[in-house]
């Protein structure tokens, strides 16, 4: 469970190709036994995406946060946060990478839980006004 | 197989019953099901429940509800699948039934959710969900439904206000059921200033955390006559899955358990969904509304919600749903809500709606999600002549 949260660690299905994320080492496209592990790019773009106000037990200090369903580069769909970002600025589309960050913690002296959240893609200063120069 | 019919049905009222405990709810059901199906004996008692180990601290609710409501001894287990709890119990009592292993069944469906704080409910809601790789992330059940209809908002060029008549329509039916949670209109105005949740989920988008019970006494079709004046007869019944997490979709927007589950139901009772006089449907959101009125057939993909802004729900239009108020306004209970559904077209058939009665109503279709479409029970159901 930690290489996929830590590292977006899925897998490829040997028999049809399908990237697979959650891993669950059986291909959800073709049936087959899919064990290979693959990394994501940690690269996608926004599907939808939501801002939580109501939020559930464990996640209050948080709240507002942004949710998401994240189309990665490769083809599945994650759900995880939106971060460094407002829930007004985000539209669907948004290219969006992969960034680990503090999910939840069981106060003062239990666990600190980690995973993947999303932010919008940093484009480098120098590329922007490349691009800006070239339009 | 044997046909089988519903001869007895028995509510509560839906609401915040702060002096009824959760056996105390689902004793009173049970016991005006019995009454009303003026049943002598009774074989099996299936109870279907979601949250009553997270949020009253019991489990074991089949031996609990039998003896606390005077059938100790009976057959009884409780039955789980999130929202869907109720009409899965419902399926199981008629396997029982039809496939000849008992003749006189209680299905009950029973919650107490009032009774903790909203973070607590809100996180046991969440189990209906991915535990891993939806819950973990932060995304409430609420959440997961913002962002179904935050999808079809921009696949279609669908504005928020056109979900309106969904909450209009269920509040307006509310007022002519004694049993609903909230009896008064509300307006497009309203719908338009409501508190959000989680956009663009507002709060007359969703439906609210309550208590209630209900519960129907089952028996053969031929010995139905000999108790009740107005049997109802279960012509489909049928269940069907998806993936419980969103994003394990081939089709985000298809409800595909939906289909799935309409298909099967269709081909039991030999009809279309022309046939159908009434839709009690999984209004837990309105997105649900529009998102299951597309996979059952009676919109294509995307039209959903001109059946609400063109009038087509309401009760004397072309496929009137939430006829007793639906989730949104009779309240929705969790695993209680599947019973009231089928209550609801119970009272339609036998021509018990009152003021909210569909005229010439022959067969009425309900159907419980568990999840965002991830269980689905479609019950098709025909007065007896």
Known sequence: ?135 | MRDVSIIGIGQTPVGEHWDKSLKDLAAEAIQNAIKDAQAERVDALYVGNMCSGTLNGQEHLGALISDWVGLRGVEAVKIEAACGSGAAALRLGYVAVAGELADFVVVAGVEKMTDRPSDQVTAALAMASDADFEAQNGLSFVALNALLMRRYMHEYGVPHRDFAPFAINAHKNAVGNPFALFPHPVTAQDFGAAKMIADPVNLLDSSPVCDGAAAVVLCPTALARQFAARPVRIRASAAATDTIALHDRRDLLGLEGAALSATKAYGQAKVTPKDIDLFELHDAFTIMSVLSLEACGFAERGRGVRLGTDGDIAIGGQIPISTMGGLKARGHPVGATGIYQVIEVVLQLREQAGANQVRNARLGMAQNVGGSGATVVTTILEAVE
């Open chain 1, 1 to 135: 469970m930690q290489r996929h949260r830590y590292a977006l660690v899925g897998e490829v299905c040997n028999h049809c190709g399908e990237k697979i994320f959650p891993a669950r080492d059986v291909c959800p496209q073709c049936n087959a036994p899919a064990k290979t592990p693959y990394t994501f790019s940690g690269k996608g773009e926004v599907y939808s995406y939501s801002t939580v106000h109501n939020p559930p037990e464990g996640f209050e200090q948080f709240a507002p946060y942004v949710v998401a369903l994240v189309r990665l580069a490769e083809g599945p769909l994650v759900a995880a946060q939106l971060t460094d970002v407002e829930g007004e600025k985000i539209e669907i589309g948004m290219p969006v990478e992969m960034v680990t960050r503090r999910l939840r913690d069981d106060g003062d002296k239990g666990t600190i839980i980690y995973g993947y959240k999303f932010r919008p893609v940093i484009v480098p200063r120098a590329s922007v006004e490349a691009k800006s120069a070239s339009v």
